[in-house]
């Protein structure tokens, strides 16, 4: 058995939480929004929400309420039953978003927007601070790939 050269009593291993993203991301495309499991996380899985915008600063907001509160729409599952990330394909939150950053994100592109928590039930996000993101390959985009690659390397 090998044995590393340093002193093992000092190791203070943490778990990685793998199935969390390290920040509260919302990914907006051209068909909706979508929030990463940290964004749950950080607002405790909320029931209902409020969307909220500033045009003047281009900023998005959500709120954790009750589901008769106005303007109250729902959002997550419980922590035990929430086990991938939210998607929000509602074009009457999607086109305000859009609509505050027409002439600086392209419409058939995808920005990822890192949130703020102001308070345990609301984060907002800072749409001008958006990165364009590539989508994530398919497999159908994988095997084009492969395919063009192929056909681009002559046999021997």
Request: one cysteine or more.
């Amino acid at each position: 058995m090998n044995t590393p050269k340093f002193d093992l009593s000092s190791l203070n291993l943490q778990i990685i939480d793998a199935s969390m993203n390290m920040f509260p991301d919302m990914f907006v495309n051209s068909t909706g929004i979508t929030f990463t499991k940290r964004v749950l996380e950080d607002l405790n899985y909320p029931a209902h929400i409020q969307y909220s915008s500033d045009t003047n600063n281009k900023v998005f907001g959500i709120k954790s309420c009750r589901g008769i509160d106005k303007g109250a729409q729902p959002f997550s599952k419980p922590r035990t039953e929430q086990n991938t990330t939210l998607s929000c394909n509602n074009k009457n939150i999607l086109e305000p978003i859009r609509e505050m950053m027409k002439d600086i994100w392209q419409d058939n592109k995808r920005y990822k927007v890192t949130g703020y928590q102001l308070d345990n039930k609301t984060m907002i996000f800072v749409l001008p601070e958006g990165v364009e993101q590539e989508f994530r390959a398919s497999k159908n985009d994988a095997s084009e790939i492969q395919r063009d690659v192929s056909e681009q390397i002559p046999l021997q």
